[in-house]
C-alpha cells in the first residue's frame, strides 16, 4: 500500500524490500546502517511504529536511475 506525500507515495518496507528485489531484514539493516532515510509514523508505545519509505528518495540515496 502507499501513501501520499508531498508530491510522491510513501511506501512500506516490504514494498521497498519487493522493488529492490531484496529481503526485508536487509531494508532493515540498511536503515540502521543509515544508507537509507524514512519517515515513522507513531503508534503508541505499546504498538510500535511504521515505517514509510520515499520511493523517489531512496532511489536518489541508492543512486538507482
Not at 511506501?11 to 532493515?28: F, G, Q
Not at 519517515?39 to 536518489?60: C, E, N, Q, T
Amino acid at each position: 500500500k502507499t501513501k501520499p506525500y508531498g508530491d510522491s507515495r510513501l511506501i512500506t518496507r516490504i514494498e521497498l524490500a519487493r522493488r529492490l528485489s531484496l529481503h526485508p531484514r536487509t531494508i532493515d539493516r540498511w536503515l540502521a546502517e543509515g544508507r537509507i532515510d524514512a519517515l515513522y509514523h507513531p503508534l503508541g508505545p505499546a504498538r510500535g511504529r511504521r515505517v514509510y519509505f520515499d520511493w523517489s528518495a531512496v532511489k536518489r540515496e541508492l543512486r538507482l536511475s
